[in-house]
């Protein structure tokens, strides 16, 4: 196996745990704070060394900002920073991780229905703080006729 072999695999390892992270940050339950902390456990285990240039720039500064401070006795860094930044800043490194995922799906093996001209979209979701992750669609009227 060729060396870049081995970097398209683990970048299909990566680009794995990376969409699993969206998924969390998109469809989990709680607030910023608590989908950005599943998040994080989700791509933790992934080496920034072993990424693509630009996506291994922006894993580190993710890295970075999870672990700003000091945990208490109980608690890990990322837990304890997570409870201290502001929310603001808990969307700018969910939005920085959905950028890692839309870099790595260029180096990684994936599906062939894969349409790249989706991936040179600027991703932005604003996550927010203060409605829940999903709001249920009310059937309209119309369509409760339908079903009776």
């Known amino acids: 196996m060729t060396t870049e072999d081995k970097d398209r695999r683990y970048s299909t390892y990566a680009f794995g745990k990376f969409s699993s992270a969206c998924t969390a940050l998109a469809l989990g339950l709680g607030d910023i704070k608590q989908r950005l902390h599943e998040a994080s456990d989700l791509i933790w285990a992934v080496s920034p060394e072993a990424l693509p240039a630009e996506a291994r720039i922006n894993f580190i500064w993710v890295k970075k ?12 860094e990322v837990s304890a920073t997570i409870k201290r930044i502001r929310k603001s800043t808990c969307q700018k490194i969910a939005n920085r991780i959905l950028l890692i995922e839309s870099l790595l799906r260029d180096h990684a093996i994936v599906a062939p229905t894969h349409n790249p001209e989706i991936t040179k979209q600027k991703i932005t979701i604003k996550l927010s703080t203060n409605t829940p992750a999903i709001k249920p669609i009310k059937p309209s009227k119309s369509s409760k006729k339908h079903h009776n």
């Open 65 to 76: 900002q999870l672990m700003r401070y000091t945990p208490a006795s109980n608690e890990g």
